[in-house]
């Protein structure tokens, strides 16, 4: 009787352990899932060591967003606006056989100055699309590109690539907000035109920016200068997809620069000579 009572005894302890050790690999596997994985490695523009510039800059998150489709909650703001051949009914060409150079980002005091030499070297006339806290900033620059017969475009008061997934109301504000800094410099300039950053467009920042007045802008060449690629590489991209009717976006501001203003001393000769280059117009696209 006794030998058995201490198998059994035995036999007990053996499962009660085994239970044991089961639980406490149990524990010890979820609480590795609970930890961070650190072979991961960030992706985006938050991973970048740099910084981050205009050209790739996130929205500011303090700003609340409508709905993912960014229809927004206003029940005025139509789901189709816009009249152009771009993304939402934005403008993608002149419309005419002019060729239209665009710069964004500016204004800077490296790079926007000289692009305007450049520019004028060779007269012609672009338009520069403004970021509000660039104009606020650098108003002699605002000056000095109307001075020089060019023209204004509205790019936001601080490059919000998610401006148009933002409420109409803030949509609007962020808008008039940048217009106010360019007039603050140049009273009687018009603004005929908005850039949405990144090309984001939604039908909602079309409707508004058409409400204030201004042509949604879109681009038909885009050579990405502002991710680096060289004067080279520029220069090619421009000059061999520009058309009749193109919009050409370019940059002069929003980080290193040097190689667009390289680029447009080649790329203006080669376009002059195939094409007539003008701003476009202070009355709007066509």
């Not at 300039?189 to 909602?204: D, E, H, I, K, L």
């Amino acid at each position: 009787m006794r030998a058995r009572s201490t198998g059994g005894t035995i036999g007990t302890v053996g499962v009660v352990t085994l239970v044991l050790a089961a639980l406490l690999g149990s524990a010890y596997a979820l609480g590795r899932s609970m930890l961070p994985d650190h072979s991961r490695q960030p992706t985006g523009t938050s991973a970048q060591v740099n910084g981050v510039h205009y050209a790739e800059q996130p929205a500011d998150p303090a700003a609340p967003a409508t709905d993912p489709d960014g229809a927004g909650t206003d029940p005025d703001v139509p789901q189709q606006a816009g009249g152009g051949d771009g993304p939402f009914g934005s403008h993608a060409s002149t419309g005419s056989g002019e060729v239209a150079l665009t710069f964004d980002d500016g204004p800077d005091p490296t790079y926007t100055p000289q692009v305007l030499d450049v520019l004028r070297e060779y007269g012609v006339k672009a338009t520069f699309c403004v970021v509000g806290e660039n104009a606020q900033d650098h108003p002699d620059l605002v000056r000095a590109i109307v001075a020089d017969g060019h023209t204004l475009c509205n790019h936001s008061w601080h490059h919000d690539v998610l401006l148009g997934k933002r409420s109409p109301a803030l949509i609007r504000a962020d808008l008039i907000r940048t217009n106010e800094a360019i007039h603050a410099a140049v009273p009687d300039a018009r603004v005929s035109y908005f850039r949405q950053p990144g090309g984001a467009w939604t039908y909602p920042v079309v409707s508004v920016a058409e409400g204030l007045g201004m042509t949604p802008l879109h681009w038909t060449v885009d050579p990405n200068d502002w991710q680096l690629p060289g004067a080279a590489k520029i220069t090619a991209t421009v000059t061999g997809d520009t058309g009749p009717g193109a919009i050409v976006l370019m940059h002069d501001a929003g980080g290193d620069r040097q190689g667009t203003v390289d680029a447009l001393r080649r790329i203006l000769p080669d376009l002059t000579s195939r094409f007539r280059l003008a701003a476009l117009p202070v009355g709007g696209a066509s």
